[in-house]
């Protein structure tokens, strides 16, 4: 069982920055896959980016040049380093990880993005 515990949302002017943190506790093994997601009201899940245990990374085309995805510590930390943000990225943030084939997921956090 893999708990996943989210820090760093808020609010935040437009324009402005944003770091999320997730980790990842419970196991020994890190997991393969790390990632964010969001969800803004009225609307579905989707991806926004995730990270390999090796480092390779995957990015929503809305938020490329824009967030950095990274992992750090032991490689069960994962980070979204959020600049120039818009008020269409305020949304409920949520942490994902993948380990021995199962997805797990954080409580979510709240960006808001004021114009």
């Known amino acids: 069982q893999v708990q996943l515990v989210e820090s760093g949302g808020g609010l935040v002017q437009a324009g402005g920055s944003m770091r999320l943190s997730c980790a990842a506790s419970g196991s020994i093994f890190s997991p393969t896959d790390m990632g964010w997601y969001r969800q803004a009201p009225g609307k579905q899940r989707d991806l926004v980016a995730t990270i390999t245990r090796d480092g390779s990374t995957t990015y929503a085309d809305s938020i490329k040049d824009r967030f950095i995805i990274s992992r750090g510590g032991p490689r069960s930390t994962v980070y979204l380093q959020m600049w120039s943000l818009k008020p269409e990225d305020t949304a409920v943030y949520y942490c994902?990880?993948?380990?021995?084939?199962?997805?797990?997921w954080g409580q979510g956090t709240q960006v808001t993005v004021s114009s």
């Open positions: 994902y990880a993948k380990l021995a084939g199962v997805a797990y």
